[in-house]
């Protein structure tokens, strides 16, 4: 990965005392990613390039990191600006950073007329967050995409410190990678707070910069689900919240407790519990008195028990299981929840699911939600067509859906009942539609 | 000098004041891990074994372990005082509950001896009249041992009488595990004696009168049930009792001679069932006759373990944890069955389908309930085929599993319900999670047991429920391969010699060297109206449109190839590489391949330019140079390589499936076919529909002719020069077998220019090249082994009948075995 820096000020050559590296050498200096090497490849009295080329070992980047599936053997970091080179910057560059030039000490305070050329910068959220980024500080952006990929071809112009513009981009350039690179400790935001001083407090986009910036922590648990490389195949941040998300969940939520109250359940069992949004509703309230939350992630059951907390977790189970699977544990609740469930499972899939609730659990009330496809053209930002989850294997009509409860119902011998969740909308119905399943005495 | 009997899985309590020598008599007679002494439990809980404080903690870890040791079917003595009746009473609780037998040996000595042996122990400190209270408590217990539940009690009275004593473990008279057959196990008769007759023919018995014998040694096992109801129970009880004095048969009892028999001893009795019919004809018979016919019921044992423990034979059938074992719930079972507590409409109680949730490993022949016809479930199978109502008398050849019956001659006897299956049968597609979840064991054919565990089932049961087709149609899942060992050529990582030096050394001398496609792995499922096309994960490649259009275009295919017809099956289970890659993988190779060649074709040009600006002004750049040149000619490389097997796809439209392997059709599996034979199907189907179906190049190799090899290296230079991916080499004969097992079922040798995908564009510069030779491939050969055995034991599971379960639990092992960390790079 490359970075030019080019200065036409007068006496342009004075760049080599201001970098702490001399115009006519070839320096190399060993960085934890590699080699970086300083070269000016012009260096004339109108004009002087300084260079950094950071050279990273391809193999060692990948040894002892197992387990992260194929793709990071074969990847872009050895060829794009990410953190990788905003840390080189820091390295090779710290003196000039921090605006010390004892040579010539009046230097560091003039604002220079600078040329930065990045040839692959990796941009999460394009040309047009490079520019909200870099614009406010003072440089006209030219960004150029390159060929029909996420990357850019970066030309910044402006008359800035040299100290300004090479912080700027310790900072922004991992930013706009929104990159997993390396390990964030928490001396990072001592590190942000330092480079960003002076210009980050008054950037418009000073939350992105530090939500990202901080934010490479998630994740370093990696489980072995990964591996099978099926998964994770679409990241849920890059999902626009298409429904008001919260409200909707916790109206949906409310609804699902008022049923469990009104039919008066002691033991219920929370069907694809998540990470526990609803157990932890359910928890507080005594009337529940055994709640069994099962999920199919053991993951995710892990974040549910996170979230938890010690006291609650003394009455509530939890248990990996799958409903496409009879499971003898489920059997003897009172109630049984599927919220949002039925619509992640492939329609062939179905049948095992309703054999294993309604057949072999056979709980006296079964609650289910599912989304209302006809709603969805209430969604702005929803394409006509698509769903609202990218895991969603179908969405409903009111019609298809009562048809579905209803042949459950008498297949296993239920009475069913719908109940709208959310602001309902004379023509379409309400966003979630509920059924409330009860048992038929006798059967 | 006397001999104390006891069965060979019991729980032994010693009884016994303090020093009575319970401890030395058990060292003597048992090995060190099956007694359980209080002593030292006390010691594990409490850091001293005479801390009568922890007495209570150190009977909890007595239980505990004599719990699990009685679970595992493993004898169990129990060395404390076992004095009182309360501490006794617990452990014949824990014997029931394991159904063993409870035996007492009590250690009856004088005060004297046993507080002369205390004084002499140093740790024992308490005075005499502990010893004399046991004592007392002892007495008082000795004549109510029996009551309490202990099945065989010994008394020892004498120092002498310790010594001399010896003991004899007598099995169970379940227990004939020792009997390997074959057999022919029958059906309920009935009092249905002439078509006993008619079937013990039909089985090649010699029946000449009231006895019969098979020429080849064959034995009969009867079900139970033999009386009532029926025209001729004396007729029937007379042959069989002949023939199992004789050695010809086996009898177990069925819930009929039980009854029969409290009636014959003048027990108070309802008379219905058809009990009538038999006090009836027996009335008919001598004294003598039905003295012996009572002793002959009354001697049924309930149940057989036969065959090493393969084959249980119970009247009602038997789940997994009562086989072998004793005890009354035990009995009941085996005659009796068990009830869900509720009638039917015609008023007889509803029987409980333990078939359904059995999982043992025996097979489990059984009768009791009529059904229409014998069929497997789980391992388990009902012969009782109502002969006496009309049905039939079905009997299993064991161990050829053939079923054998003959019709009834008329109905003898009206049934109160018709002949149906009573519960309803466990749809054929129901999986449990039991059969997926935890630590499992799965046993193969070809590569025994393997090991499941937990976290990886765990992490499998999250793919196979969200993404995975459904199990009836996902039967198999294609195995990872091992790349052929490294090559010491400093140029390349991978290279044929290797692969037929490996075979070689594993004495295999015929070898295919196959073209690898560079697509996606598919297994394709087709049959007359359906079928599947998934991922090497389960998951369907295509909507169900567009496989369902797929899978006309193969069906028509098979059928031109007139394949339905020559295997005789009305579906077809093949492996194949679907093409082009990015059908599958369109995202992938957009957001991973694809950016990488933008971004090294982005960076490397422009730094080559400022590095030659700078070597112009003289500055010493021109080792840095020339590595950045080099690299940027990889990164052509790269892309070039990718690029290569890309295509665009319109519908079927450029889409392309290469079938290498048959893996099974209705009742078949073709594992032991050659692959030229597997090959040559795949040329039939390309024949009959080119457009569709790619042929695979193929080459045969002789590894122990070096022309041969040279040859091979040869082709495999050509493939991979005009920019293959490279070949998979494979035993010629297909499953094959060394010298230390299963032989790897193929080895691929990737070509140089397809591994920059793999290991990055960079990988053949010399420096990187040499570290990456240092890849270790045992974890990749040992899981490609696994996989590929449990493959072929789900598809002989598959091929044999068995239920969904036995063939899921081999997919989803794959499937599990997949998330075990192994270099992806392999």
Redesign the interface.
């Known amino acids: 990965m490359l970075l030019t820096l080019t200065t036409t000020m007068p006496q342009a050559t004075d760049l080599g005392f201001l970098l702490h590296k001399h115009p006519d050498k070839a320096q190399t200096f060993t960085v934890s990613a590699g080699a970086a090497h300083v070269f000016y490849p012009r260096a004339t009295d109108a004009e002087c390039t300084a260079a950094l080329l950071l050279e990273i070992d391809p193999i060692a980047l990948v040894r002892g990191d197992r387990g992260q599936g194929l793709f990071q053997y074969v990847n872009d970091r050895p060829y794009t600006a990410n953190s990788m080179l905003a840390v080189a910057i820091g390295a090779v560059f710290r003196t000039a950073m921090n605006g010390r030039c004892d040579l010539k000490p009046e230097l560091p305070g003039r604002e220079l007329p600078l040329r930065v050329h990045l040839p692959v910068v990796p941009a999460r959220g394009g040309a047009d967050l490079v520019r909200r980024l870099f614009e406010p500080l003072g440089w006209t952006v030219d960004a150029v995409p390159v060929e029909e990929s996420r990357y850019v071809d970066l030309t910044l112009t402006g008359s800035l410190r040299l100290a300004d513009a090479l912080n700027h981009l310790y900072v922004l350039l991992p930013v706009l990678d929104d990159g997993k690179h390396y390990w964030v400790a928490r001396d990072e935001i001592d590190k942000l707070l330092r480079a960003g001083e002076g210009w980050l407090a008054g950037h418009p986009e000073r939350e992105l910069i530090s939500r990202r910036y901080l934010a490479h922590q998630r994740g370093y648990v990696r489980s072995a689900l990964e591996r099978l490389g099926e998964v994770d195949e679409f990241d849920p941040e890059d999902v626009a919240p298409v429904e008001r998300r919260e409200s909707l969940a916790e109206l949906r939520r409310g609804a699902v407790l008022a049923v469990l109250r009104q039919v008066g359940a002691r033991r219920v069992v929370d069907l694809g519990c998540g990470p526990g949004a609803l157990l932890r509703l359910l928890v507080k309230d005594p009337q529940f008195e055994e709640i069994l939350g099962v999920d199919v992630s053991a993951s995710t059951l892990r974040t549910a028990a996170d979230r938890l907390g010690d006291r609650e977790l003394r009455r509530v189970t939890l248990r990996q299981s799958a409903l496409t699977y009879k499971d003898a544990e489920l059997a003897g609740y009172d109630a049984a929840v599927l919220m949002e469930v039925v619509e992640h499972l492939d329609p062939p899939r179905l049948p095992a699911l309703e054999r294993s609730v309604f057949g072999a659990a056979r709980p006296r009330t079964v609650v289910v939600t599912t989304p209302n496809v006809e709603y969805n053209v209430r969604y702005e930002t929803l394409a006509a067509g698509a769903f609202r989850h990218p895991d969603h294997r179908f969405e409903w009509t009111r019609a298809q859906f009562s048809a579905w409860s209803e042949a459950v119902a008498a297949q296993h011998g239920y009475r069913v009942q719908y109940l709208p969740v959310g602001e309902v909308d004379p023509d379409l119905g309400p966003p979630t539609q509920m059924a409330v399943f009860t048992r038929e005495e006798g059967s | 000098m006397s001999e104390l009997v006891i069965p060979q899985l019991s729980l032994v309590a010693l009884v016994g004041a303090s020093g009575s020598g319970k401890s030395t008599f058990a060292r003597k007679h048992f090995r060190a891990t099956e007694v359980i002494s209080s002593d030292r439990c006390r010691g594990l809980v409490s850091d001293d074994e005479n801390d009568q404080s922890a007495t209570g903690d150190a009977f909890d870890v007595l239980h505990y372990i004599a719990g699990k040791r009685l679970h595992n079917g493993k004898l169990t003595v129990v060395d404390a005082t076992n004095v009182q009746r309360e501490g006794r009473a617990g452990l014949v609780r824990l014997a029931r509950e394991h159904d063993v037998l409870p035996v007492a040996i009590v250690l009856d000595l004088p005060e004297s001896v046993c507080a002369e042996r205390n004084e002499a122990r140093a740790d024992r400190d308490f005075g005499v009249h502990v010893i004399r209270r046991q004592r007392n408590d002892l007495r008082r217990s000795l004549r109510f041992l029996e009551k309490e539940g202990f099945r065989r009690v010994h008394v020892l009275r004498s120092v002498e009488e310790i010594e001399a004593a010896t003991i004899r473990r007598e099995p169970l008279v379940n227990d004939r595990r020792g009997e390997t057959g074959p057999f022919d196990i029958i059906g309920d008769v009935h009092g249905c004696r002439l078509e006993l007759t008619e079937l013990l023919t039909r089985l090649g018995y010699h029946v000449e009168g009231d006895f019969a014998s098979h020429p080849a040694g064959r034995r009969a096992v009867f079900v139970g049930d033999l009386v009532d109801r029926g025209p001729d129970t004396p007729g029937v009880l007379r042959l069989v009792m002949n023939m199992v004095a004789a050695g010809t048969a086996l009898c177990v009892a069925g819930n009929h001679e039980n009854k029969l028999v409290r009636a014959l001893r003048g027990r108070n009795v309802q008379v219905t069932h058809g009990l009538a019919e038999s006090l009836a004809q027996l009335a008919d018979q001598s004294d003598d006759f039905r003295k012996q016919a009572e002793q002959f019921c009354y001697d049924l044992v309930s149940h057989y373990v036969l065959d090493g423990g393969k084959l249980v034979v119970a009247h009602a059938g038997l789940p997994e944890r009562y086989q072998g074992r004793a005890s009354g719930r035990v009995r009941s079972f085996a005659l009796y069955g068990e009830t869900t507590g509720e009638t039917d409409e015609y008023g007889l109680p509803v029987r409980y389908p333990w078939a359904n949730d059995y999982r043992g490993s025996a097979t489990v022949v059984y009768g009791h309930t009529p059904v229409p016809s014998a069929e497997w479930v789980n391992n388990t199978i009902c012969l009782d085929t109502g002969c006496v109502f009309g049905g039939s008398l079905t009997a299993l050849r064991y161990p050829e599993r053939e079923l054998v019956s003959v019709a009834a001659q008329q109905v003898w006897y009206e049934p109160v319900r018709p002949l149906a299956p009573e519960a309803p049968v466990r749809?054929p597609?129901?999986?449990?999670?039991?059969?997926?979840?935890g630590k499992r064991t799965v046993q193969t054919s070809s590569h025994g047991r393997l090991t499941v565990r937990a976290?990886?089932a765990?992490?499998?049961?999250?793919?196979?429920?969200?993404?995975a087709?459904?199990?009836a149609k996902l039967l198999y899942l294609p195995p990872t391969m091992a790349p052929v060992a490294t090559s010491k050529r400093p140029e390349v990582l991978e290279h044929p010699e290797e692969a037929f030096a490996g075979y070689l050394h594993d004495g295999v001398d015929r070898v295919v060297c196959e073209e690898k496609h560079m697509g996606s792995r598919a297994v394709v499922l087709v049959s007359r109206d359906g079928g599947a096309v998934h991922t090497r994960?389960g998951?369907s490649f295509f909507d169900e449109e567009l496989t369902g259009r797929l899978l006309e275009r193969i069906r028509s295919a098979a059928g031109k190839a007139a394949l339905w017809s020559s295997l005789d099956s009305g579906w077809l289970l093949l492996d194949c590489e679907l093409l082009p890659w990015n059908a599958k993988a369109g995202?992938l190779i957009r957001e991973?391949?694809?950016?990488?060649g933008?971004?090294?074709?982005?960076?490397?040009p422009?730094?080559v330019?400022?590095?030659r600006?700078?070597s112009g002004?003289?500055?010493?750049?021109s080792e840095?140079l020339a590595?950045?040149e080099s690299r940027s000619v990889n990164a052509a490389a790269y892309r070039a390589a990718y690029e290569r097997y890309c295509w665009p796809t319109e519908g079927l439209n450029g889409m392309r499936i290469a079938p290498f392997q048959l893996l099974a059709s209705e009742g078949a599996t073709y594992h032991d076919r050659p692959h030229s034979w597997h090959l040559s199907v795949a040329e039939q189907l390309s024949a009959a529909d080119p457009e569709l179906f790619a042929t695979t190049a193929n080459l045969t190799v002789d590894t122990t002719d070096p022309e041969s090899v040279r040859s091979g290296v040869r082709w495999w230079e050509e493939l991979t020069g005009a920019g293959g991916e490279g070949m998979v080499v494979k035993p010629l004969a297909n499953l094959t077998r060394g010298r230390r097992g299963l032989v790897q079922p193929g080895l691929k040798v990737r070509g140089r220019e397809y591994l920059r995908?793999?290991?990055?564009p960079?990988?053949t510069e010399p420096g990187?090249i040499d570290?990456?030779r240092q890849r270790g491939l045992a974890a990749k050969r040992s899981l490609a082994a696994r996989e590929y055995a449990l493959g072929i034991e789900g598809l002989e599971r598959l091929a044999r009948g068995e239920p969904l379960w036995r063939v899921h639990e081999c997919v989803f092992a794959v499937?599990a075995l997949?998330?075990?960390?192994v270099?992806?790079?392999l």
Do not use: C, H, K, W
């Open positions: 749809p597609e129901e999986l449990d999670v039991t059969d997926v979840l976290e990886n765990a992490a499998a049961i999250e793919v196979m429920s969200r993404f087709i459904e199990p994960t998951r995202a991973q391949y694809a950016a990488v933008a971004a090294a074709s982005g960076a490397l422009a730094a330019d400022v590095l600006e700078a002004r003289g500055v010493d750049v840095l590595r950045t995908i793999i290991y990055g960079d990988y990187n570290r990456l499937l997949e998330s075990e960390p270099d992806p790079r």
